[in-house]
């Protein structure tokens, strides 16, 4: 599996906005959601994203943008202009005909993360990100222009659409600025291990067959891996587990001997040792306090 795939799990929408009524000028929409990140793009016309600890970014059709949370942000037609804004969520709606008038229909829709793994690619993004156009989304945005103008936007599932649409724009965002993790996958050392390492995090990985994997030495795998993720290989492996043992302990009837299986520990003792070494709580405390629970933002 790739890294990336485990990293985008457990992002999906709550809530989208597949097409707002027109917004002719003067308008400011202050997005209130709360939400660990907001993707937005506007179908028709085009319009600013100001965001705290950002400069204002314009974003037009055929460009995508997604924002960092939990804070508020806005989207408006004049960044420089002072006045009152329009508190608005993202809450599944479809409200698109074909404008009859100029102005700007955006597309919206946000992601609250509360699973532990997802946050990694969280901490890697700027406050704002703008993709633009001619990128592997653009077919599905020409796509909903021609529906906006036809006014059939209203059959579409908004959900499934903006899950693809951030998918491709992270993506593509990564593809340009790779973080060191992100920039090992293509490496012919690191690559393959990465991929065994989350496609079987459970496995009884050791140094030796790791090393086989990447048909180098030990020596040379570990030199090679850490110098292009920033951690040793089996290192990353133990954060890799317990980051997912995090999630699977917030599960329904889990037990820790069922999580310390399912993340490749043959006893629940070592696996509760390893756990607090790395958390600073024991997995059974972990439960209790609540940790990744619904209801939790993941930037809060």
Avoid at 233 to 261: I, K, N, Q, W
Wanted: hydrophobic content about 40%.
């Amino acid at each position: 599996m790739d890294p990336l795939d485990d990293l985008l799990r457990g992002i999906r929408s709550e809530g989208g906005v597949l097409g707002t009524p027109v917004l002719a000028p003067p308008y400011a929409l202050r997005f209130v959601d709360g939400a660990a990140l907001t993707f937005c793009t506007p179908l028709l016309g085009a319009g600013w994203l100001v965001v705290d600890g950002a400069d204002p970014h314009r974003v037009e059709p055929g460009q995508t943008a997604v924002v960092r949370g939990p804070e508020p942000f806005v989207f408006t037609d004049d960044p420089d202009r002072p006045g009152p804004t329009i508190d608005v969520r993202c809450d599944g709606r479809v409200e698109a005909a074909a404008p009859t008038d100029p102005g700007t229909v955006l597309m919206a829709g946000a992601y609250h993360v509360r699973q532990e793994l997802p946050r990694r690619l969280l901490d890697e993004l700027p406050p704002v990100i703008v993709v633009t156009d001619d990128h592997d989304c653009t077919p599905l945005l020409d796509y909903l222009q021609d529906r906006i103008a036809a006014g059939a936007l209203n059959r579409l599932s908004p959900d499934r659409l903006l899950d693809w649409l951030m998918l491709c724009t992270l993506r593509e965002w990564f593809d340009q600025n790779p973080p060191p993790w992100y920039g090992a996958l293509g490496d012919s050392v690191a690559g393959p291990v990465l991929q065994a390492m989350h496609g079987s995090p459970a496995a009884g990985w050791t140094l030796a067959n790791l090393a086989e994997i990447a048909a180098v030495s030990r020596t040379t795998l570990v030199r090679r891996f850490t110098e292009l993720t920033g951690q040793a290989p089996l290192s990353y492996l133990t954060e890799l587990r317990m980051t997912l043992a995090a999630d699977l302990l917030t599960e329904p009837g889990a037990t820790v001997a069922t999580v310390a299986r399912r993340v490749g520990y043959a006893d629940a003792f070592g696996f509760s040792a390893a756990f607090k070494r790395e958390r600073g709580l024991s997995p059974s405390s972990y439960q209790k306090a609540g940790h990744g629970m619904a209801g939790q933002s993941s930037l809060g």
